[in-house]
């Protein structure tokens, strides 16, 4: 088990500590903000509704919980750093909060007793702040004050990881900072935030409601960094705000449209179908006018800037107390690595480039096969077995009442036994002890929301011989207590949880048995990447293709963007194949069929066939057209980047996305192709054989001919996908990587087959259906094989069986939402935790 | 029954991850609703059966909600797209046989939006509190005051 | 030659030529008709290929054959535009495998109420004379009175037999392997105007819409359904209600303790039993209303005479035009298998999306 440092805020750095202790390795994380959940990340910053934060800040809450393996370390300020791989010595300073949040547990006692400020964070049980923590300590039933004392600590680990974060900005005088009515984006985005998008609270400071809006993201404007997730953000919001009222007069004002590839371009037609005006600037005069704001001559009553970003400060010194090398203001990674000048320092996230949320997710994931090369053995802790009584024929009912989210009400139910305890949470071997002396065989808890503590409750149940099937949440806190309920609800609420208890019934969670080889299509440089994470650690990777793409034609581009010269290039390549066909499989030739699923592929190709648990898509792509590199403007037009490129494709001129990296560095040394002198377009063109992978496997391709991957086709917007906010069975066991996804640069690529590489790593054992007791069932007796629920599973973990015409699951694909038991006419998918028969159960008690 | 003294019965169907999760925040923000809510917890807006509104308009619930994520940030990604489908036919049925279609609700409500949550139920629930109580129960029994 | 005899001619040149093996059509029997299923061209005199009962709908016997398995043989069915139109959508929900089977549809003259016919038959050339005046029988059933697609329509089965607005009846292709078979039978197509028969169906319609809507929230349901027996016929007979075992016939989901019986008697003031007996037509309406294609069998079916296709007919109409969707007479996708990121937004919110 390896021991790695984690320093920063970003969404790179909360998944890669997320990433690194389900791997099986210890992590310190260094959080540099206050406390876990009000340290905003660089996108938070800008986008208080933004939903990626959370996710990733909740996941990591999680495995931290589940595998013991997270220590965390707030305020925390790099003081120095010693020695090398295997062996730093880190030293740090740290201040603990007032309260511990991994052990609160929202009592409120604190802030009856001891003033104590409250604020509430989506998601978690919120903050407390206490304003004299060494007279509360003994107030706190769970421990979780602590006086925060600042303590500087030493650490020694295996392996840095750098991912220091953007500081926030403000408007910038040029931008109309100072004037009134020029509003910082997270502000006005936080003029809906938690209330609703809805008219009644769009208004100015002085109480008018705006009749125009603008909105303007400086990147590309002198200084300013951003990537396309800044333009995403800025047109959804003007979108929203016109779908919200469409006599809006609404605005958007870029240098350039930075709306790349896939999905992203529907947005702007978007925007000018519902009448948006996009006003493509060189630059920008904003002036106090009248009773509101003129922007290039256009008056609007509000102004609404994405401040944008800049290379903070601090990272010199940062860099300076890592002693590695920066380049351009952002840390220098060598070729084809996140790793740093120093060995064994990796930097990530916006500390590498600027980048969008899905990127960093790729970054945070990528990181784990590089760094593990300095890292012992993973060790995951071994679950124990659990027993669990299947069929209980005479129900008996223990409901736990929790005093301190039953507060104030006269419980009044009718179970076999209602056990009331002041903190359930705090006393799990008592609610063991008493399932197991009164022969409790189904319990319901009258507690607080899953999210917070319930899910521990479940486990404490589950340990005492309970299966989840059996078990029933019931919010009393958060739903009831809380929110100024009486006894009438509360009681309502837990007879209606009784009368579901009485008739639950066993889930078996079905665990499939994989196949631990990989599969990987193709010969694009991702796919030896990749090949090179995976061929130490599962027995028997696959390489399916007839040959592998040329160094020069695998970047990507034709003219080499890396600080290599071609002959290096060349070298380093033919090394990394070497090294992976010696290890890897290569089979010669094209994929002819698959069939099977996630965990259990059938793959022919020349004449092979092959059994894969995973299947990793890298086919690459060809590069065409007369220039050296990829312009990103085209002579003459006035639409900038990559959108000028789609549009003249659209005219049948052949052009295309703009290289992902121009829009990043480049914005500090724009080359002379980005001026407009008309050089000649090159163009990177998706191979044929995608159609035909696309077919097999069930899979999308754009319209140019790239693969969907992660940016699911209906959501159309091309950010985190929501499969980055689950773990990997939701991808159905296939990855898609480097130009088969989309036109990118070599580090890029590097990232993508990284991720899938790590993505393929963790489903490379048993897998246990993600639904867990919501597991999709199908009863073949009613079932008319109709495949309505095949359309409505999202995951594709449905189909009809061709031989007996019923509808089958497979339950490693599936994640348990109940749209198929939804659809189903015959009621013969179902998911029995929410079997009509419960259901009923419930609404007739709850009624009441 | 007089009308301030009428105590509507309203079944909440909230997403496990964002309607039940903007519920758990206004918990924990302490934002007060009326307790006519009733909530029941299920894992997405798809996996609540149209059935499951009409039996419980059949129960005895005054009006249902439906609570799911904003269109496109659906954690199973479109499964609000069907439930809206599956409310649009519910409502339509029953607006087409004359019964009070704004029985049923169907709301987007994200993870971060406590104190929409709270606002949605308050106002709905004088909503109701004005419509008077659903004879949908009635349906199929000799109560009620249509039957003579 | 009769419009009877032309088809069995027709289908007998096409027992010549090869291009069939089996034929699927009306055949009578003492009081109605039923479809039969022959392999021979010396059976194809046993049929009446234009019936003037509709007992099943002919769609749902097609499903029956070819559920499991694609049919083997080349099968001709003869099927009245409302059952192609079933058919077209029930190859939709995978009901039926269309490989190997040809549809032959004709302009229809309705059918007469099986029971009706069992007391005073009617012959299908009484009905054919009456469509050829231009005029719809009053003795046919309701749902046929305001049919909306009395004729085959392009794209929904493969070929056509004209018979309104011309002097013989003709022969048209509505699928690419209707005019091969045409071509192959050496069938000159042909062509007649059928927009004066459809006008006045369509006509009758939106009057029907207007005039035969049930209101009136739980009252009016009740009296409408007030003499229904619960024996559930109407969804037997319904073709798009394919399920093995209907959900409001679980056991599992709707049989229940007596306490259950009397706490809904105290809390309703008293209970109708059979209960639930109004939650099935709901919950039916909600299953399969966005399909229903219109070809009023429930109402045949009912044993105590309910015109339920007042019921299914109506709100299933509401609903189709809710998701801009026609039953059976295009390849759209049904409502219920399909989404759209942008719609619907009038079912959000209180008052429509608007607040």
Redesign the interface.
């Known amino acids: 088990m390896g021991k790695v440092l984690i320093y920063g805020t970003t969404v790179a750095s909360y998944r890669a500590a997320t990433n690194f202790a389900r791997s099986g390795h210890k992590v310190i994380f260094l959080n540099r903000g206050a406390f876990l959940v009000n340290k905003p990340t660089q996108m938070q910053q800008q986008h208080p509704r933004d939903i990626v934060n959370g996710y990733v800040k909740n996941m990591l809450v999680a495995v931290a919980n589940m595998t013991g393996n997270i220590e965390i370390y707030h305020n925390s300020e790099l003081l120095g750093l010693d020695g090398g791989p295997g062996n730093f010595k880190v030293k740090f300073r740290h201040k603990y909060p007032t309260v511990n949040v991994f052990k609160c547990i929202g009592c409120d006692l604190c802030v009856e007793k001891c003033n104590a400020e409250f604020k509430p964070i989506p998601g978690s049980i919120g903050i407390y702040t206490i304003p004299d923590p060494e007279g509360c300590v003994d107030v706190c039933p769970a421990k979780a004050i602590q006086i925060p004392k600042e303590e500087e600590r030493e650490e020694k680990v295996d392996v840095v990881i750098l991912s220091p974060e953007y500081d926030s900005q403000e408007i910038d005088e040029k931008y109309g900072g100072n004037l009134k009515n020029v509003i910082h984006f997270a502000k006005f985005a936080s003029l809906f935030s938690g209330k609703g998008v809805d008219k009644r609270f769009l208004k100015r400071e002085d109480g008018k409601a705006p009749k125009s809006i603008g909105f303007f993201n400086p990147a590309g404007f002198e200084g300013y960094l951003g990537s396309y997730e800044e333009h995403v953000i800025i047109f959804r919001e003007a979108v929203l705000m016109k779908e919200m009222d469409p006599n809006l007069d609404v605005h958007i004002f870029l240098k350039e449209v930075r709306l790349y590839g896939h999905n992203q371009l529907f947005l702007f037609d978007k925007a000018k179908e519902k009448g948006i005006n996009v006003h493509l600037i060189d630059d920008i005069e904003v002036k106090e006018d009248g009773d509101g704001v003129s922007v290039n001559g256009i008056h609007l009553d509000l102004f609404a800037v994405l401040p944008g970003q800049k290379i903070p400060d601090d990272w010199k010194d940062i860099a300076h107390k890592a002693g590695i090398e920066l380049e351009n203001g952002f840390a220098k990674t060598r070729p084809f690595t996140f790793e740093t000048t120093k060995d064994g320092i990796f930097a990530i996230g916006e500390f590498v480039k600027p980048l969008g949320s899905a990127e960093s997710i790729y970054h945070g994931t990528a990181i784990v096969p590089q760094a593990e090369k300095y890292l012992k053995p993973p060790e995951l802790p071994q679950m124990p077995e659990m027993k669990f009584k299947q069929e209980d024929f005479n129900p008996k009912v223990g409901v736990f009442i929790c005093e301190c989210a039953a507060k104030g009400f006269d419980i009044d139910v009718d179970a076999d036994y209602v056990i009331k305890k002041d903190y359930l949470c705090l006393h799990p071997e008592e609610i063991v002890k008493e399932i197991k002396e009164k022969g409790i065989n189904r319990v319901v808890f009258g507690a607080c929301s899953p999210s917070l503590r319930g899910a521990m409750l479940e486990m404490t149940a589950n340990k005492a011989g309970v299966h989840s099937s059996y078990i029933e949440n019931v919010q009393l806190r958060e739903y009831a207590s809380r929110v100024g309920a009486d006894s009438k609800k509360a009681n309502a609420m837990l007879r209606a949880a009784i009368a579901k208890a009485r008739k639950d019934v066993f889930v078996e969670v079905p665990t499939v048995n994989t196949i631990k080889n990989v599969a990987i299509i193709g010969g694009d440089l991702a796919a030896l990447i990749a090949a090179d994470y995976l061929v130490e650690k599962v027995p028997l990777v696959y390489i399916i293709t007839p040959e592998f793409d040329e160094p020069i034609l695998a970047t990507g581009v034709k003219e080499n963007t890396l600080n290599m010269s071609d002959e290096e290039l060349k070298e380093w390549y033919n090394t990394l194949k070497d090294r992976v066909l010696k290890r890897a499989k290569w089979i010669k030739g094209e994929v002819e069929s698959i069939e099977g699923s996630l965990g259990n592929f059938r793959i022919s190709a020349a004449g092979t066939e092959i059994r894969s648990g995973v299947i990793i898509i890298a086919t690459g792509g060809d590069v065409v057209g007369d220039g050296t590199h990829i312009v990103s403007r085209m002579n003459g037009e006035n639409l900038h980047s990559a959108l000028s490129a789609l549009y003249a494709k659209r005219k049948g001129i052949e052009a295309t996305y703009d290289l992902m990296k121009s829009y990043s560095l480049l914005d500090l040394y724009p080359p002379n192709a980005k001026k407009g002198e008309g050089e000649p377009l090159a163009y990177v063109k998706p191979r044929d054989i995608n159609k035909k992978i696309a077919t097999l496997l069930g899979m999308e391709l754009d319209k140019e001919g790239f693969f969907f991957f992660a940016e699911e086709p209906l959501h159309r917007v091309e950010r985190a996908g929501i499969q980055f906010m689950l773990f990997e069975e939701p991808f159905g066991g296939v990855f898609v990587a480097g130009l088969a996804h989309r036109p990118m640069s070599i580090e890029e690529e590097m990232e993508e087959a990284g991720f899938a590489a790590q993505s393929a790593m963790y489903l490379m054992r048993d897998i246990t259906s993600p639904a867990g007791k919501y597991v999709s069932v199908t009863n073949p007796r009613k079932c008319a094989g109709c495949g309505i629920c095949v359309d409505a599973c999202v995951t594709g973990a449905r189909y009809v069986d061709e031989e007996d015409h019923i509808a089958k699951v497979r339950p490693a694909q599936c994640v348990g939402c109940g749209a198929c038991a939804n659809v189903c006419p015959s009621g013969a998918a179902i998911i029995k935790a929410y079997s009509p028969t419960g259901v009923f159960e419930m609404l007739k008690e709850v009624v009441k | 029954m007089s009308e301030e003294k009428f105590d509507p019965v309203i079944v909440g169907f909230f997403c496990n991850w964002c309607t039940s999760a903007a519920a758990d925040l206004a918990g924990t923000a302490r934002l007060h609703y009326p307790a006519s809510i009733k909530p029941i917890r299920v894992m997405c807006s798809s996996t609540v059966d149209p059935v499951y509104l009409i039996r419980a308009l059949q129960e005895g619930a005054d009006a249902t909600i439906l609570g799911g994520c904003h269109p496109g940030d659906c954690h199973y990604i479109t499964g609000n797209y069907k439930a809206r489908r599956r409310v649009a036919i519910v409502k339509t049925v029953l607006k087409s046989l004359g019964f009070d279609d704004t029985r049923v609700l169907l709301e987007w409500i994200s993870g971060s939006e406590g104190p929409k949550f709270a606002r949605v139920m308050n106002e709905y629930t004088d909503y109701i509190k004005q419509r008077g109580p659903s004879d949908f129960k009635y349906l199929d029994s000799l109560g009620g005051e249509e039957v003579e | 030659m009769n419009e009877n005899e032309i088809l069995k001619k027709f289908i007998k040149d096409a027992f010549d030529k090869g291009l069939i093996e089996a034929v699927m059509a009306p055949s009578a029997t003492k009081d109605s008709y039923t479809y039969a299923l022959i392999t021979k061209k010396e059976d194809v005199d046993k049929l009446t290929p234009i019936a003037p009962v509709m007992q099943w709908n002919g769609a749902d016997m097609i499903r029956r054959i070819t ?2 398995k694609k049919s083997e043989r080349k099968l001709l069915a003869i099927l009245r535009p409302c059952e192609s139109r079933t058919y077209k959508e029930l190859v939709k ?3 039926i495998n269309p490989e190997n089977i040809i549809v032959l549809s004709y302009d229809c003259p309705g059918t007469v109420h099986a029971r009706n016919f069992k007391y005073e038959p009617t012959s299908a050339e009484d009905l054919l004379a009456e469509m050829k005046k231009g005029n719809i029988s009053k003795k046919v059933r309701e749902s046929c009175q305001v049919c909306e697609y009395p004729t085959p329509i392009k794209g929904v089965g493969d070929i056509g037999f004209g018979i309104v607005n011309t002097d013989e009846p003709v022969f048209f292709s509505l699928s690419d392997n209707g005019k091969e078979f045409l071509a192959s039978i050496g069938i000159q197509e042909g062509e007649r105007d059928d927009s004066q028969w459809v006008k006045i169906h369509r006509e009758n319609r939106e009057k029907w819409l207007k005039e035969e ?10 009296d409408f359904l007030s003499s229904c027996l619960n024996c559930h016929n109407c969804k037997d007979m319904c073709p798009i ?7 409001f016939e ?1 056991h ?2 709707f049989d229940y303790e007596s306490n ?1 019986y009397y ?2 008697a105290d ?6 039993l059979p ?5 099935f037509h ?2 039916r ?6 399909s229903c294609v219109g070809c009023g069998l429930c109402q045949q079916a009912c044993p105590m005479d309910i015109p339920l296709y007042r019921l299914f007919g ?2 299933g109409n ?2 189709q035009k ?2 801009d969707y026609k039953p059976g007479i295009n390849d759209d ?1 049904p ?7 942008d ?2 937004h009038e ?4 008052f429509g999306g608007e ?1």
Do not use: A, Y
Request: with cysteine.
């Open positions: 559920r499991l929900f995978n009901q809507r049930i209101t009136g929230g739980r009252k009016g349901l009740e209600c394919f399920c093995k075992e209907c959900f679980d599992s989901v259950k706490n809904w809390d309703k003031d008293g209970i109708r209960t639930d007996k109004s939650l709901i919950g309406l909600i299953h399969m209303g966005t109506i709100v509401d609903l809710v998701f996708i409502p219920v298998m399909d989404f759209r990121e719609e619907l079912f959000e919110g209180l607040e």
